[in-house]
Antibody, heavy 120, light 110 residues
Framework: QVQLQQWGAGLLKPSETLSLTCAVY????????WSWIRQSPGKGLEWIGE???????NYSPSLQSRVTLSVDTSKKQISLILTSVTAADTAVYYC??????????????WGRGTLVTVSS | QSVLTQPPSVSGTPGQRVTISCSGS????????VNWYRQVPGTAPKHLIY???QRPSGVPDRFSGSKSGTSASLTISGLQSEDEADYYC???????????FGGGTQLTVL
């Protein structure tokens, strides 16, 4: 059974850097594309980007200038870095396992989500 | 403003069939498969449908999906009280080069 466990700082000040990590337990790590998706309070889902085991990435155009996704295959972890956060970045952030091909919206496994609040 | 358009809410009574629509464009649904997700508030989304109409293992056959042109739909048959949740459609957008979602549809079982 695949489980995604995520963690990171939950409270940030404007202009700080958001950093979250997602660890994969069970199942294969290599081959899959791993995505980060966020959901602002009371709002819908927003895709942030995807990364595969070799570090190949694809980012949302609206966040591309501030986001970096990376992987540590030895630890089976995926990391999200989002710089210069503002209140608009307040959201629950999810990591999710995609498919074996890039440009996927087939996310079969999700982390439980991490609430990140940006407030001065 | 979401790239994919869904009705904000739908409702039905137990046993009924309800359909949730998802409208897109030639850049997303017109070119790429649609997936559907179910989310109970406060929890992570759950995968319901992939490749327009396929169900992952464990999803009841009461849930079905279809796609035609630039629109897709999710149909829930034999509505149950536990089906109350928010439902989201998703697809890849070749113009934006990113994944896009619908704004979500809140299903109420009366």
């Amino acid at each position: 059974q695949v489980q995604l466990q995520q963690w990171g700082a939950g409270l940030l000040k404007p202009s700080e850097t958001l950093s979250l990590t997602c660890a994969v337990y069970g199942g294969s790590f290599s081959g899959y594309y791993w995505s980060w998706i966020r959901q602002s309070p009371g709002k819908g889902l927003e895709w942030i980007g995807e990364v595969n085991h070799s570090g190949s990435t694809n980012y949302s155009p609206s966040l591309q200038s501030r986001v970096t996704l990376s992987v540590d295959t030895s630890k089976k972890q995926i990391s999200l870095i989002l710089t210069s956060v503002t209140a608009a970045d307040t959201a629950v952030y999810y990591c999710a396992r995609g498919a074996l091909t890039r440009h996927t919206v087939k996310w079969g496994y999700w982390g439980r989500g991490t609430l990140v609040t940006v407030s001065s | 403003q979401s790239v994919l358009t869904q009705p904000p809410s739908v409702s039905g009574t137990p046993g009924q069939r309800v359909t949730i629509s998802c409208s897109g464009s030639t850049f997303n649904i017109g070119l790429n498969p649609v997936n559907w997700y179910r989310q109970v508030p406060g929890t992570a989304p759950k995968h319901l449908i992939y490749s327009n109409s396929q169900r992952p293992s464990g999803v009841p056959d009461r849930f079905s999906g279809s796609k035609s042109g630039t629109s897709a739909s999710l149909t829930i048959s034999g509505l149950q009280s536990e089906d109350e949740a928010d439902y989201y459609c998703a697809s890849w957008d070749d113009g934006l080069n990113g994944a896009v979602f619908g704004g979500g549809t809140q299903l109420t079982v009366l």
